[in-house]
DNA sequence: ACCTGAACACCGTTCAAGT
DNA sequence: ACCTGAACACCGTTCAAGT
């Protein structure tokens, strides 16, 4: 990569992640290009689609997310509360801007998604929590990881599009914790 | 209302129920001012907003909302059943057209949208449905009906987005449903 | 090899002119 | 009172010309 094009390439990611968390995934790509000081043309060159964009802007994220996992299985404390705080992990992690949480949920399923790397990312991660649980018996057993991730991230992505406080979305993950644990 | 009128109106409340079936309720307007026959500015002049558009087309919904929520708590069976029926039914209600699950869903909090009035039969009928089982005695009492509405409208939102059949919907349902009850 | 920016397409929205 | 459709604005996307 030529020296003014890694150049580019980063200032517009960097410009793109300013933007999208400001005026969330549908902001304007000709606003970021002009931040970047960059022709259209040339972002588009870089990141065919807005999931490109997105998919580099997150680049950084999966350690985050690999770390938070680390973290939440250190947890002290009961199963419940264990999987309590992962699902608050999960909510802050997925919600970096507007419209991430449906973005990031919908493409969970979705093979063909540019994002789907980081999608795994998010999905192993939970599982790990997952498996944890699973093997103190306190888990019920008839419901896939995945759609563990798309009950918690349905609650992210209405919570994001009500602009819902913690102390909202709190009382709907404890339905979820305690549908899941028998 | 001039005879013109009405019957422009009526013709483009019929269409625009049509195409947000086809194509979801981020169809283009001038789509469907085209399909009824009419200018765009005869669309924008009944319509200010593509929400007043919706609430047109859902006119008749209201009344599909009260009979299924008469029929769910005319249910025989146990309590859990009782609410898992009602969350199917919910999910098919708002589940009119691509985005409705998450348009509805968002809108349940906001008193200024212009759909508030249909959002509000939605939360009556939920309301009588866990009245029942408040009065029964199953359901926790920490969590307030809307929250139940936003849980349930989460997962029809991840299922329109990530076009799940009925069949990956249910488990869902059912974590949410066993963490309401005690 | 990469960038630029004009050009095109599409769509939402407005409004002057018409009936 | 209502309708029409041209006009404008905005944005995504492409591509010929340039370095």
Redesign the interface.
């Known amino acids: 990569m030529r020296a003014d094009a890694r150049r580019n390439y980063d200032r517009i990611v960097e410009v793109a992640r300013e933007v999208f968390r400001e005026q969330g995934y549908d902001a304007s790509l000709d606003e970021v290009a002009k931040r970047a000081g960059v022709g259209p043309g040339t972002l588009y060159r870089h990141f065919p689609k807005r999931e490109n964009l997105l998919d580099a802007i997150m680049q950084s994220w999966v350690d985050r997310v690999t770390e938070t996992a680390d973290k939440a299985l250190a947890h002290e404390g009961t199963d419940r509360d264990l999987l309590l705080n992962w699902f608050e992990q999960y909510v802050g992690l997925i919600s970096q801007h507007k419209g991430a949480p ?1 973005k990031l ?2 493409a ?3 093979p063909d998604s540019p994002i789907r790397t980081k999608c795994q990312v998010l999905a192993e991660a939970n599982d790990r929590v997952l498996e944890r649980l699973r093997q103190d018996g306190v888990l ?1 057993e ?3 990881p995945i ?1 563990v991730c ?2 918690v ?3 992210a ?2 919570a994001d ?2 602009e ?1 406080d913690a102390a ?1 979305v709190r ?2 993950l ?7 644990l028998r």
Chains 1, 2 share one sequence.
């Open positions: 449906a949920t919908s969970m399923g979705d019920r008839d419901v896939e759609q798309r009950l991230g349905g609650v992505t209405i599009s009500s819902l909202a009382p709907m404890e339905v979820v914790a305690d549908g899941l």
